[in-house]
């Protein structure tokens, strides 16, 4: 099989496409054939090794797979090749106190695939059969693709950590992005009002296009206060943040008293210092929010199924051209997803 390795770290890092023995699955395992993978910022965390665990090289990156099952392991009863499936990219043991209630994202042994263990940017990949998800026939390999990992983060922050109620005000931060894109649409489906920002026309307008009602240029450094402006003083109810940084210090200066804050990234920064005194006189929330429960999956592939999450996919790079497709998205210019589609080499 073809995978793409990270072989050396960097800014850009170094990758080679090589091609390796065919891999086998263990008795609870399967080996899925890839039909399309999405990019994520966890990806260029790995690639410039910015996570706060090393990892040991090679590594084949991509957590955000759809394909078909390919073989299963001699303990596997509930998949049979060719099921089109999407994988739960946050692994999880199904054992530990917090599986056993379905929380998942809090398992005591997770692992995460494409970061420590082998991904998604190859033709196959071994994953245990307890990370499938079947994929409904309304949803497309490109539509899972870019939505199981960063729509299912929204559906996490938005209905499992935070909650909305009709008339919020919700302001979604970077909303061109893999997580604002489906943040921003969750926010309406479930009636709040959202105001989105953006740090190009192009990214503002799609943010606008997926049904934000106000949007605010990032660039601007008093934007809080055009948000103070929008809700006329009271501020947002609920934020949706995934930057970090000085970018969540300001969304304290443009939070309603009891409002929240529910937080799923740091890519601006992960030390932050704020003062406390307003935070707890006016009642507010900082939650952390990190990877997806199976129920949170289930329901983004139910409303991409009913059309009610949309997919936002900027491009599609074949397997060669992985490279790129990093370097795209650290360019900052991306509107949605970015996609690796491995097969469509293979049949060229
Ligand atoms: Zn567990």
């Known amino acids: 099989m073809r995978a793409v390795q990270l072989v050396a770290h960097g800014k850009p890092g170094k990758f080679e496409l090589r091609q390796l023995p065919e891999s086998s699955p263990g008795p609870e395992e399967v080996v899925v054939q890839i039909e399309a993978c999405g990019l994520n910022y966890l990806d260029l965390w790995l690639e410039e090794a910015g996570l706060p665990i090393p990892i040991p090289l090679p590594r084949t990156p991509g957590g955000e797979i759809a394909g078909l099952v390919f073989r299963t392991g001699s303990d596997v009863k509930d998949w049979k090749p060719g099921d089109p499936v999407a994988i739960q990219s946050n692994l999880f043991c199904g054992e530990c106190e917090f599986c056993r209630r379905g929380e998942e994202s809090l398992c005591l042994n997770s692992e995460l695939l494409g970061v420590q263990r082998d991904g998604g940017f190859a033709d196959k990949v071994v994953v245990p059969a307890r990370s499938l998800v ?146 707890f006189a006016k009642e507010q929330r900082l939650i952390g929010s990190y990877g997806r429960n199976r129920a949170d999956i289930l329901a983004t592939l139910d409303w991409a199924a009913a059309g009610r999450l949309k ?37 060229g």
Do not use: Y
């Open 134 to 279: 079947r994929l409904p026939d309304e949803v497309d390999f490109e539509s899972s693709a870019a939505l199981t990992l960063a729509g299912s983060t929204a559906m996490h922050m938005l209905t499992s950590r935070a909650e909305i109620r009709r008339d919020d005000w919700v302001l979604v931060i970077a909303g061109a992005s893999g997580v604002g894109s489906a943040a921003i649409q969750i926010a309406r489906q479930l009636d709040a009002r959202v105001i989105s920002t953006g740090s190009s026309g192009a990214k503002r307008s799609l943010a606008l296009r997926l049904g934000a009602e106000f949007v605010i240029d990032s660039n601007n450094p008093g934007w809080p206060a055009e948000v103070r402006k929008i809700t006329e003083k009271h501020g947002v109810d609920l934020v949706v943040e995934h930057v970090g940084g000085d970018v969540l210090l300001k969304c304290f200066e443009c939070l309603a008293r009891g409002g929240t804050i529910v937080t799923c990234g740091a890519t601006a920064g992960r030390d932050i210092k704020f003062n406390l005194w307003p935070f």
């Open 311 to 347: 997919p936002v996919i900027d491009s599609v790079f074949t397997l060669d051209q992985v490279a790129a497709a990093f370097t795209r998205l650290r360019s900052r210019s991306v509107l949605g997803k970015v996609l690796i589609k491995p097969n469509s080499v293979l049949a």
